[in-house]
């Protein structure tokens, strides 16, 4: 049996987090298992919740914040603290169906990944009875070209299983990004080779409301969006097409090729393809000078992008 450390980022959450401890110790936890809450410095009465819930399931770990990190950071902290290999992230908010991680595990077991998804978000409002909406990602193995071709990405969610390795691989969740640090997790996962897959017939519930980290961070933003990617997307330049990174960087591309995937989806070059492309464009330069240089190059526009956009 592969146990498993679920983890919870908790910030102010004292009205929801019970309902996501009980779907997962219900049914979800086996002998062995753990679950890590991570309090990000909450101000309401959510340590409060916390320490009832240690009450009744004595098994959960309780990591603090001194300070309010945001989201990814809280996510790191339960990983780092983790002792299983295999990982299941749940926010505050949302709530596994019944007996559900057992056939996910066995499915990503199966088929040797390191990221295994429900096909279905069903998202609920008030209660799980009553389902409002249903999101469903592309079954079978997801790919970077699927997430950046605008499919639904199993990253925007963030509530999905993986190996310690593809964290790792990954650089964990990135801090500077706010409520993309889930999105941007999935990217780096699978731009690091990991494996994704997407187990066909299951679901998890996920809640809306006006207290959604991304709803406040990124959707109420969403002009923002775009801009605030190309810090990730910089990272990996020599992996993106040269013509997408310089439509990226556009006046017209950069505050919308987010939002414009579907019609203009990014296209990423296999690494034993990167040479021959970036050799082809425009720089006349060895590859890897070419790259540096490019790379380079953008750092600076990105600088000169922010600074702009801060004193506008």
Known sequence: MHNISFFIPAYNCAGTIAESVDSIMKTNFNDGDELIITNDCSTDN?????KELQSKYPVIKVVEHKINKGGAAARNTAVENAKHDLLFCLDSDNILAENSIAPLVDFMTGQEAEVACFEHLSYFSSSIKLIDETWSFKLGIFTINDMLSGSISPGASGNYLFTKSSWLKANGYSEDLGALDTWSFGFKQLMAGCKMVVMPGTHY????????YYLRDAWNKRRSVSLRLIKLIINYIDRIHPDDVDYIFSK????????NLKKKPIRVVEQNEAQKVWSE??????????????????????????TNKTRG
Do not use: P
């Open 46 to 50: 959510t340590l409060a919740i916390l």
């Open 281 to 306: 464009h425009e720089l006349k330069a060895t590859f890897s000078n070419k790259v540096f240089s490019k790379s380079k190059h953008y750092q600076k526009r990105l600088v000169q992008i922010l």
């Open 252 to 259: 017209k591309g950069r505050y919308s090729w987010f939002d």
């Open 205 to 212: 519930y996920h809640r809306r409301g006006h207290e959604s």
